[in-house]
Structure formats: structure tokens, C-alpha cells
């Protein structure tokens, strides 16, 4: 059984929106945060471009599912985009979480449990003084078994179409 939305061009649609929307508004964070910072030396200025390419990219691979006729690449380019959303953390003054779309995350926080529920997020910190989190995005999980499910579909119905070559058919 399928844990989705029968209709797979429907499927892609939402998940794609999802992506360009999400990506759209980390754009719309990372140019607040640029405007709210003072000084930008080479590592902030790193964790700026880390985070404009990241949500780029979560705008393009969503371009990608809604648009290319062959969704395979797109299908692809989205669970590439959705892997580092999986793990969030921080540990001894270091810490990445990113989330472009929906974020439904559940983890660990110092001493007690920790909840993230956001449309997009960011935090890169490189010697900081920050607190201990790890947390996992069930969203982006679930959407990365959605479209390994849709891509696994795709292919099925590709070997099914494809013609066989019979021995006799290859001599000469």
C-alpha cells in the first residue's frame, strides 16, 4: 500500500509548490538576516552563501517537478534537496539546521525534548557559544519515501514499456 496521494502528477505538484514556496521564503529570511547584521567578515558571509544556495536550490529542484516533462530529474534533484533537512543540530559551538518548505522536526534540547514546527528555517553557527540539539524533520522523511516511491514507479512503468530484445531478434 501506498502511503500518498494516488495521483502522482498531483503528488509532484504539491511537493514541487512546496519546494518554491519554501525556498521563496528562506530567500525572504536570509535577506533579513543580511540587512540585520553589522559587520559580514568571510564566515558569515560563508554561512550567507551556504544558506541562499541551499534555498536556490530548493527553488530550482521544485521548478524542476513542476514543469520538466520527464520528472525523474526533478524527483531526484528533490530528494537531494531534502536530505540535509533530515538532521538538525548543534553541538560544542557548531550547528546547521535547515528546513525549506514544511518542518516538523523532534529531538533532543539540552536536558528535555525539543519541537520544531516552521515554513523555513536556518542557523549555521561556527564558535558559538551554543546549547546541545539534535532533532529530526519527519517532513522531510516522509517526503523523501513519497518521492524514492514515485521514482520506483516511474521506472517500473518504464521497463514495462520498453520493448525486449529476444536472442533471435539480435542475429544477424
Excluded: C
Excluded at 18 to 46: E, R, S
Excluded at 78 to 100: F, H, R
Excluded at 145 to 169: C, H, M, R
Amino acid at each position: 500500500m501506498k502511503p500518498r496521494i494516488k495521483n502522482t502528477h498531483f503528488t509532484l505538484t504539491i511537493i514541487g509548490w512546496l519546494q518554491v514556496v519554501g525556498g521563496i521564503a528562506g530567500l525572504g529570511l536570509m535577506a533579513y538576516l543580511m540587512l540585520k547584521t553589522g559587520t559580514i567578515n568571510g564566515a558569515i558571509l560563508l554561512m550567507f552563501l551556504l544558506g541562499l544556495g541551499l534555498y536556490g536550490f530548493s527553488i530550482y529542484s521544485g521548478k524542476r517537478l513542476l514543469t520538466d516533462g520527464d520528472k525523474k530529474t526533478g524527483i531526484i534533484l528533490s530528494i537531494i534537496n531534502q536530505v540535509p533537512q533530515i538532521i538538525q543540530w548543534s553541538l560544542l559551538g557548531y550547528a546547521l539546521t535547515y528546513a525549506s518548505g514544511f518542518q516538523l522536526a523532534i529531538g533532543m534540547a539540552n536536558t528535555g525534548l525539543s519541537f520544531g514546527f516552521s515554513i523555513s528555517s536556518f542557523k549555521m553557527a561556527i564558535n558559538s557559544g551554543g546549547d546541545f540539539l539534535f532533532r529530526v524533520n519527519f517532513t522531510a522523511i516522509v517526503v523523501i519515501g513519497v518521492l524514492a516511491n514515485i521514482l520506483a514507479e516511474l521506472k517500473q512503468e518504464n521497463v514495462e514499456e520498453s520493448p525486449l530484445v529476444t536472442s533471435d531478434e539480435q542475429s544477424v
